[in-house]
């Protein structure tokens, strides 16, 4: 059974840090690009960052660009988020998300569980 399990959030002060990990367990044939999205509260889930599969091209949204650092390990099967100097306005559950070519699935895309981000003022 596959599955994308997050970690690393919390609360944290405006300013702080915070590193999410989201890891893909299971018989794994491939992963592809990877991507942490969040929704806060009354909005829309949003794309935060991207990474290519091979981990050689990232995107951002513009509100995080600096201040966040999107990494995979492939040996892991694991993809990081690096957040500094966190905003009151990054609250919110951040998800991981990609495709995954498994023995039995086949290829799916999956989602983490979420973990919550809590940047107090």
């Known amino acids: 059974q596959v599955q994308l399990v997050e970690s690393g959030g919390g609360l944290v002060q405006a300013g702080g840090s915070l590193r999410l990990s989201c890891a893909a367990s299971?018989?794994?044939?491939?992963?592809?690009?990877m991507g942490w999205y969040r929704q806060a509260p009354g909005k829309q889930r949003e794309l935060v960052a991207s990474?290519?599969?091979?981990?050689?091209?990232?995107n951002y949204a513009d509100s995080v660009k600096g201040r966040f650092t999107i990494s995979r390990d492939n040996a892991k099967n694991t993809v990081y988020l690096q957040m500094i100097s966190l905003k009151p306005e990054d609250t919110a559950v951040y998800y991981c998300n990609t495709l995954i070519r498994a023995v039995g699935p086949g290829t799916r895309d999956y989602w983490g569980q979420g973990t919550q981000v809590t940047v107090s003022s």
């Open positions: 990474i290519s599969s091979g981990g050689g091209s990232t």
């Open positions: 299971g018989t794994i044939f491939s992963i592809s690009g």
